[in-house]
């Protein structure tokens, strides 16, 4: 099986592709966050969780930022796992592979917290000539794509990011440091991406 076949493992596939917090004196699980429900792009959580204290509502909170390789940045709460910046269930298109059953949601953070262009367009399309773009116009146009949770197999399709578009291996670091306005994190990830994350005043249900 591989990890873009999902017909032998309905369901959510619980902690595959999730950051899982076990309690060490017994191996009981304490919380987990599921990044990807029911995995079918490889896009499991390629760089080790990084902690550190997010100062949110006065408070010093005890954090984890988690990068995917589909681009999205995750902070959770590291003591509960439940996110500090809101996650959105969003529909995603379904499989078209007999036996399939793609999760009908993915989590999605916040625009701020997305690293990579989700979408691919035909108006995307280049060429260094103009035939040449039309002709690259016309065949992303001829393809299914809907998004980065687009199944891929029996149809021909466009994914508009790659496994390796967002986060890799060993590449997550937060850089904190202090203005006169407000404490600023810096969350980099692969490819140069970096965010400011914003003060918490503006962080979104936060």
Not at 112 to 125: G, I, N
Not at 128 to 154: D, H, M, Q, Y
Not at 171 to 198: D, K
Request: charged residues 15%; positive net charge; contains cysteine.
């Amino acid at each position: 099986m591989t990890a873009e076949s999902g017909g032998e493992r309905l369901g959510t596939n619980q902690y595959s592709s999730s950051v899982v917090a076990l309690r060490a004196s017994t191996g009981q699980v304490v919380w987990a966050f599921q990044v990807v429900h029911h995995d079918l792009w490889d896009y499991d959580v390629p760089a080790q969780p990084v902690a550190f204290t997010l100062h949110l509502k006065g408070k010093d909170v005890p954090a984890l930022a988690v990068a995917t390789k589909m681009g999205h940045l995750f902070i959770l709460d590291r003591t509960t796992g439940q996110p500090l910046v809101p996650v959105e269930e969003r529909t995603v298109p379904a499989s078209d592979v007999p036996g399939e059953v793609a999760s009908p949601t993915q989590p999605f953070p916040p625009p701020a917290y997305r690293f990579v262009p989700e979408s691919l367009p035909a108006s995307d399309a280049y060429g260094v000539t103009p035939e040449s773009k039309e002709k690259c116009r016309a065949w992303i146009a001829s393809l299914r794509s809907e998004g980065i949770f687009t199944p891929s197999r029996n149809s021909r399709t466009a994914r508009c990011t790659a496994p390796a578009a967002g986060s890799t291996a060993n590449v997550v670091a937060v850089v904190r440091g202090a203005t006169s306005a407000r404490r600023s994190v810096t969350l980099s990830a692969s490819h140069g991406m970096t965010r400011n994350m914003p003060p918490a005043s503006t962080v979104p249900n936060a």
